[in-house]
């Protein structure tokens, strides 16, 4: 039986606070966006789009009305799929409907621009320093106040 280190890893806890925050949904729905191509395959990526997952529905964009219907015959398989990379049954249902596929952006990889840091307040600063005092590494701890001062910053315009 392996033993368990009394700190948990970044991601179980991340993991953990997306659940309770009912984030879950929201975060497959992006890294299937963002993985679609490999996670499905290159024929069926092509021709379709995963819009938006809401009550444990994946609404699917198709390019038309014969891969609709093909699609129609493969849910179970794409449910699978989507299943085993959420870990969990995060989508229940597939909803398929016919309309424009995104551009795949091959630009967004390549050049990936440095969003400018918003403006952050002192309060913001303050707090999130407060939040971040028990993290032992000083450079992990001045990243996560940084981090955390600029999202209460723009939570607070």
Do not use: C
């Not at 806890?13 to 879950?24: D, F, Q, V, Y």
């Not at 092509?46 to 609404?59: A, G, N």
């Amino acid at each position: 039986m392996a033993t368990r280190s009394p700190l948990d890893s970044l991601g179980t806890i991340l993991s953990g606070l997306a659940k309770r925050l009912g984030l879950e949904p929201r975060l497959l729905e992006l890294r299937l966006q963002h993985q679609w191509r490999e996670m499905i395959g290159e024929p069926i990526a092509s021709h379709t789009w995963p819009d938006q997952i809401r009550f444990k529905k994946l609404y699917l964009v198709v390019r038309n009305s014969v891969w609709l219907q093909q699609l129609t015959f493969l849910k179970p398989t794409l449910l699978a799929k989507i299943n085993a990379e959420a870990g969990t049954e995060l989508v229940t249902e597939i909803v398929l409907r016919v309309g424009e596929i995104p551009a795949p952006d091959r630009s967004a990889h390549s050049t990936t621009q440095t969003p400018a840091h918003p403006v952050v307040s002192e309060a913001a600063l303050t707090e999130a320093s407060a939040h971040a005092a028990v993290v032992q590494d000083p450079d992990l701890r001045t990243r996560l106040t940084q981090i955390m001062a600029e999202a209460l910053s723009r939570t607070t315009r």
